[in-house]
């Protein structure tokens, strides 16, 4: 039992003391690739239109192949 919490901490020491390794060459690597915000507003603009199509056929009490019709169209027009 002593030798499995001794190599418990050891690993654990170690393992810790990996993970707090050099910093700088992360750093440089997020400078070479900046982020891309683009991506993020396009699924807002999806979500936008789902919401506005479901409500619209929701107030238009469609069911089935109507609603399934009806959301298509409204998917593919907003843009």
């Given amino acids: 039992m002593r030798k499995f919490l001794t190599l418990l901490g050891l690993s654990?020491?170690?393992g810790l003391a990996y993970a707090a390794g050099p910093v700088a060459p992360a750093e440089a690597a997020?400078?070479?690739?900046?982020?891309k915000p683009a991506v993020p507003a396009a699924k807002t603009t999806q979500?936008?239109?789902?919401?506005?199509?479901?409500?619209?056929?929701?107030?238009?009490?469609l069911k089935g192949d109507e609603?399934?019709?009806?959301?298509?169209?409204?998917?593919?027009?907003?843009g």
Avoid at 47 to 61: E, I, R, S
Wanted: contains cysteine; charged residues 30%; proline residues 3%.
């Fill in 12 to 14: 654990l020491s170690l």
């Fill in 30 to 35: 997020s400078a070479a690739n900046p982020a």
């Fill in 47 to 61: 979500q936008n239109k789902m919401k506005t199509c479901n409500k619209d056929a929701g107030d238009k009490k």
């Fill in 67 to 78: 609603r399934k019709a009806f959301m298509k169209t409204c998917l593919s027009n907003k």
